[in-house]
Each structure stands twice: as structure tokens, then as C-alpha cells.
């Protein structure tokens, strides 16, 4: 009789897992075809900078390159060496990378589901309970613009780090009754560690102790056979120290937010924390009715509330945060899931939707606060006491439709310009979205459209510099630039609240037309009235500013054939902000423009107003400490000094050299 052969089952919630990963994935393939989006190419050009990354040197100053946080994410910076060394790069590999790593966050959500469910459920609903909250997250439309933008990377890795951390913790509170000392290092390991990981990824993963504090605060309970003097004991120096940490440096980061944020934002930290209400209301909006489009990368329709009635739902939405936090607190005993979602969600926005400057909405906010957010309803859609049937068909429908919305949304990503006229579309009061879009109409060759969206974009947002002087540039393809967008062009540099780095741009770019006549109406005149306009600009006025400001008079004073008074500009600008990128730029161009003996003072200048480089505990400083380490600036220095001798040695022979009479 022959033997049988032996088929090990494979359990049903195993293969709805499986299929889970696979259907999301196939739900963001389409927009793995997309291109690289507004910060994309101000973080991952470091990969290009000297050639690439190529040897230890060069990774070392890849590695330290990102001033995002005092620490400069550089896990996150490490990980785009995974999909290219070099700049330019094909989006493909990154946004590829940034889905599986999203598969990857949803399976360590769904284990960690599965293990909290476990203490207050039966197996099976905990397995369908895990299933059906981590599908809703990994299927959720509103993940779409942080999993396929690229350096949204950023906001994925500490929910890797915080999630690995989260079941090393749990796994360390399992192993107290046997071996006490053992589970204290698992909770140490799993606590510790992955708050540093997590926040050298981004800062607001330094938030791991708080999060692991709600979950202390409400599902989790005494492991059985532990005393609770013992369990307070380790949780007051595992759990505590990390907690105190993160509170001074949290309170650290308040003064400075405070004193700089009127510099870089048209807004106070007072109005912010007023918007902010307004803000998460709109979140929560989006993630319990989840759609297909949404603003996507373009908030700056977003405003702040000057006061609790301006606008009146900022009162309004304050009240209601309130209620949800009463709420959640109120539920830790009678409700612990739900309890779970709403502390959760509050405690993961502490950082980024509070004091801190940043923009004051994005989409990508989420993606680590709503982790436990649809657990509850997993867990009543997975009891199958009551309407087991007709839950379950519930359950699939929801998943399914989520991964439409998805799959619809990703095929938007996937298709640029579509993408940019649809924002533009949905975003009528975004100017940043109507750029977007006439820039990708431009590159197209639909000009007159791209000119047409403009133009209506310059009389609504007269102030944006951005719109205006792509105006201007639209214009100046057909060689005629009207007086009308020279009025509007210099008003809005005079009034931009952004500060001088577009305005900047675009001087620096258009010097070329304006110095060969190319367009008619844009010439050296012009360029100095926008930058006389520019200067009076409230935005202007910091050492940064101002140097930027004599920067682009010196173009000027180039472009018309005047090296002194280059030089004389050029000075000015370093002494305001002495930097050798700086210098070496400069010097450069006036030996580009024929004035090599000036370009050699002005390093010498440089010399007399260098400062030292001194170490400090962020990464610029870092960065800076380690180019001066390795010689890079002396190097540089040195290799452009001997070019300008060497011109201005050549200049001098040919104006010494033989006569014919």
C-alpha cells in the first residue's frame, strides 16, 4: 500500500493574511510608476553630491548630510542607499522599497494586534480582530501619499522601530513571571532600543516611551503571577527614565520654537497651537471616511486661527478635542481597545501638531497615530457572537473597498501630470498646487495652458512669489514679458511670506535672459528693481537674507561688467554669514566673469572672517565638523585659489605679450 503523502494545513487566517499582503501591493503597483515629488529632490540629492557615494569618505558625508532634525534622521538617510548611490536616480526602486516597507509595518501591526488581543479574547478573535484592524490601516487611501513619497521614508521607519520595540516589550512582560531579570531586559531592549532607533529615523520617534505608557495606561494588564510592586518597580525605571528623557527634551525644544518661528512661518506658535485643533479634527475626518482624493501633498490653502472664533470652528474643534481626550481617559477601565485608539492618536501627534514650527498640516502625521485606531472595530466586527455572518461580509466588503480606494489613488501617483492638473483642480486655493500643475503643463509644451492657470493664480495669490515668477517664465518662453507681471512680480516679492528663497531662484536663473536680451522686457533693470523689492521684505532682514540679498546685486554688478562692486557685495554677504560653500562660490564666479584677481581677494577676505568649526550635538554641526576634519574646505580652498592664479597669470601674459608695430 503506498504511504500518503503528508500536506501540512495551512490555517485560514494564514492565508488571509497572505492575501492581504499581496492585494496591497498589488493596490500601490500602479503608482510605483510615479516621479519624485517637492522634497524628494531637496533630501536625495545628497546622493549625487562629489561624484556619489562611492567610498568611506563620501558616506560619511552622504550619511551626515540631512539637517531635518538636531539629529539628521541618518537611519532613514542610510536607507536610501538601498535603491541608489547617485543623483539623479530612477523613483522606481525607492517607491518600491517604500511599499514593501509598508507591507512590513503592517505585518509587525498585525502580530502586535495579535498579541494584544490575546490577553482579553479568544484565539480566533484575536487572529480576526489582528486581521481586520491592520487591513484597514494597510489599506487605508490616506497612507497613499506617504507610502509612494519618497522621503516620507521618514515618517515609516519609527513605526518599524516603534512597533519591533512594542512586541519586544510585550514579549519582555510575558517572560516576568518565569524570570523577572530576563523580562526586564526584554522591555529594556525592545523599549530603548527602539525609541533610538525610531527617532534617529525621525524625531517624533523619540514619542515610543509615551505611546507605550497609554498602552501600559489601558489594554495592558499585571501579567498573572507577578506582584504589582514588582511590575511598578521595573516599569518606574524601564519605562520612567525613558519618559522624563523625552519630556526635558521635549521642553528643551519650546524656547527656541518659540523665539524662531516667525522667522521661517507667517504665523506665531500661539496661532499654531490654536490651528492645530482644527487640524486633527479634519484627520479623523479623513481616516473614519476614507476616500479617493484628497488635497494630497498641497495644505498651504491650510490657515491659521488667529483667535478661538477666527475662524469659529477652531473653538468648536478645541472643545471636541477635549471631549475625546475626557473620553479615552474616562474608557481605560470599561473600554480598553477604545480607550487605546483615542489616547493613541492624541499622544502620537504630541510633537508634530503642537509647538514645534512645521507646516501645520500633512497627511503622512498619521501614519504612526492611527496604528491602533480601527482595532475596535476589528474586534467587534471579528465577535462572532451576534450576526457572525453578516459581519464577516461586512468585514470583507470593508477591506475591499478600502483597497479600491487605495488602488485608485495610487493610480493618480502614477500618472504625474494627471496628478498635478487633478491637485490643481481640488486645490483652487493652493498656490503651490497651481504651480505644480503649470510647471508639469510646461514641461508638456502646453504653454498658453500653463500661462492661462498662471495668470488667474497671479490675481488671487498676488503675494506668492512662487506663481508670479513663473509667470514671468512662462512668459519669457515666448520672448515678451508684459508690464503687467513686472508690476505683479515686484509687488509680490515685496510682500511674499515665505522668505527670500524663491525670489532668490528666480533672480539667479533669469540673469542669462536678462543679460542677452532673450526676452523683451526682462533685463538687468528689472532684475534690480526685484531685488530692491525683495529687500523690502520683512523676511529679508536676517543674516541669511541679507547675504542672499548681496549675493544676487553682485550677479548684477557681474552681469554689467563691474567686478569691484561684485567684490564689494560679495564681501558684505560673507561678512553676514561667513561660510566656505559660500566663499568658494563667489570666488568662482568672479573668475567665471573674468575678474580672477578679485576672486583670489576675495578668499583672502574669507580668511580674515572664517570662524572655527566647533563640534556641537546636532548633525549640521556634525556635518560641518567632519568636512573641516577630513580637509574638505582647506582642500577646495586651496585647488580654487591655484585655478584663479593660474587665470589671472594668463590674463596678465596676454596683456604683457608682444606688440606688432
Same mark, same amino acid.
Given at each position: 500500500m503506498p504511504a500518503r503523502i503528508s500536506i501540512p494545513r495551512i490555517s485560514i487566517p494564514i492565508i488571509l493574511f497572505w492575501a492581504l499582503l499581496v492585494g496591497c501591493y498589488a493596490a500601490y503597483a500602479p503608482g510605483l510608476n510615479g516621479y519624485f515629488n517637492f522634497d524628494d529632490f531637496a533630501n536625495l540629492n545628497a546622493l549625487g553630491q562629489e561624484g556619489g557615494v562611492r567610498d568611506w569618505t563620501s558616506f560619511l558625508r552622504y550619511l551626515t548630510s540631512s539637517h531635518a532634525d538636531p539629529t539628521g534622521r541618518p537611519i532613514t538617510t542610510l536607507s536610501f542607499l538601498i535603491d541608489g548611490n547617485d543623483w539623479p536616480a530612477w523613483a522606481y526602486s525607492f517607491k518600491r522599497t517604500n511599499v514593501l516597507l509598508h507591507l512590513l509595518n503592517g505585518t509587525l501591526l498585525v502580530w502586535t494586534l495579535l498579541k494584544l488581543g490575546r490577553l482579553s479574547r479568544s484565539e480566533g478573535v484575536a487572529q480576526r480582530a489582528a486581521l481586520i484592524g491592520g487591513a484597514i490601516w494597510l +489599506?487605508? @487611501?490616506?497612507?497613499?501619499? =506617504? *507610502? +509612494?513619497?519618497?522621503?516620507?521614508?521618514?515618517?515609516?521607519? @519609527?513605526? =518599524?522601530?516603534?512597533?519591533? %520595540? #512594542?512586541? +519586544?516589550?510585550?514579549?519582555?512582560?510575558?517572560?516576568? =513571571?518565569?524570570s523577572p531579570k530576563r523580562g526586564a531586559m526584554w522591555m529594556l531592549l525592545g523599549l530603548w532600543g527602539g525609541t533610538v532607533l525610531s527617532a534617529l529615523s525621525k524625531a517624533n520617534g523619540m514619542l515610543l516611551p509615551l505611546l507605550v505608557l497609554v498602552l501600559e495606561g489601558t489594554v495592558l494588564r499585571p501579567p498573572p503571577g507577578v506582584e504589582q510592586a514588582a511590575l511598578a518597580r521595573t516599569r518606574r525605571w524601564v519605562l520612567g527614565i525613558p519618559v522624563a528623557a523625552m519630556v526635558l527634551i521635549i521642553a528643551s525644544l519650546i524656547p527656541e520654537a518659540v523665539r524662531g518661528a516667525t522667522d521661517i512661518r507667517p504665523w506665531t506658535v %500661539?496661532?499654531?497651537?490654536? =490651528?492645530? @485643533?482644527?487640524? +486633527? #479634527?479634519?484627520?479623523?475626518?479623513?481616516?473614519?471616511? @476614507?476616500?479617493?482624493?484628497?488635497? %494630497?501633498?498641497?495644505?498651504?490653502?491650510?490657515?491659521?486661527?488667529?483667535?478661538?472664533?477666527?475662524?469659529?470652528? *477652531?473653538?468648536l474643534s478645541l472643545l471636541t478635542l477635549a471631549g475625546l481626550l475626557v473620553v479615552g481617559w474616562m474608557l481605560r477601565k470599561r473600554n480598553p481597545p477604545w480607550a487605546l485608539a483615542i489616547l493613541f492618536f492624541l499622544a502620537g501627534h504630541v510633537l508634530e501638531s503642537s509647538f514645534i514650527p512645521l507646516e501645520l498640516y500633512f497627511e503622512h502625521r498619521n501614519y504612526l497615530p492611527a496604528l491602533f485606531l480601527f482595532w475596535p472595530v476589528g474586534l467587534w466586527l471579528a465577535d462572532d457572537r451576534a450576526r457572525g455572518h453578516t459581519k464577516a461580509i461586512a468585514a470583507i466588503g470593508l477591506v475591499i473597498f478600502l483597497g479600491m480606494l487605495t488602488h485608485a489613488r495610487a493610480s493618480l501617483w502614477g500618472a504625474p501630470l494627471k496628478q498635478a492638473v487633478v491637485w490643481a483642480k481640488i486645490n483652487p486655493d493652493s498656490p503651490r498646487a497651481q504651480t505644480n500643475a503649470a510647471m508639469f503643463l510646461v514641461t508638456q509644451g502646453r504653454v498658453q495652458e500653463a500661462r492661462n492657470l498662471l495668470s488667474q493664480a497671479a490675481s488671487r495669490f498676488p503675494e506668492e512669489a512662487q506663481v508670479v515668477s513663473l509667470l514671468a517664465s512662462t512668459e519669457c518662453r515666448s520672448h515678451h514679458l508684459t508690464n503687467d507681471t513686472r508690476t505683479r512680480l515686484l509687488d509680490a516679492f515685496r510682500l511674499d511670506p515665505h522668505g527670500t528663497k524663491l525670489p532668490f531662484t528666480w533672480v539667479e536663473a533669469s540673469l542669462s535672459d536678462a543679460s542677452k536680451g532673450a526676452c523683451q522686457g526682462l533685463d538687468l533693470d528689472l532684475l534690480d528693481e526685484a531685488v530692491s523689492s525683495l529687500a523690502r521684505n520683512p523676511r529679508a532682514s536676517n543674516p541669511g537674507g541679507r547675504q542672499d540679498l548681496d549675493y544676487l546685486r553682485a550677479l548684477i554688478a557681474l552681469a554689467r561688467g563691474n567686478g569691484k562692486a561684485a567684490l564689494a557685495r560679495f564681501d558684505a554677504g560673507l561678512a553676514a554669514l561667513p561660510k566656505p560653500a559660500t566663499a568658494l562660490k563667489q570666488a568662482a564666479l568672479l573668475g567665471t566673469y573674468g575678474f580672477p584677481e578679485l576672486g583670489l581677494q576675495h578668499l583672502a577676505y574669507y580668511e580674515t572672517v572664517r570662524k572655527p568649526t566647533r563640534f556641537h550635538m546636532n548633525m549640521p554641526a556634525v556635518h560641518a565638523w567632519l568636512l573641516e576634519h577630513q580637509g574638505y574646505w582647506n582642500g577646495e580652498l586651496a585647488e580654487l585659489a591655484a585655478a584663479l592664479r593660474t587665470d589671472a597669470a594668463n590674463r596678465q601674459a596676454a596683456l604683457s605679450g608682444p606688440r606688432i608695430h
Open positions: +489599506l487605508h @487611501p490616506l497612507f497613499v501619499s =506617504t *507610502t +509612494l513619497y519618497v522621503v516620507q521614508r521618514e515618517a515609516m521607519l @519609527p513605526v =518599524t522601530f516603534g512597533l519591533a %520595540g #512594542i512586541l +519586544l516589550w510585550l514579549h519582555g512582560r510575558s517572560v516576568l =513571571t518565569a %500661539g496661532q499654531r497651537l490654536l =490651528t492645530e @485643533p482644527r487640524v +486633527l #479634527i479634519e484627520y479623523l475626518r479623513l481616516l473614519w471616511v @476614507p476616500r479617493s482624493l484628497s488635497s %494630497g501633498l498641497f495644505n498651504d490653502q491650510v490657515h491659521a486661527s488667529t483667535s478661538l472664533f477666527q475662524p469659529w470652528t *477652531t473653538g
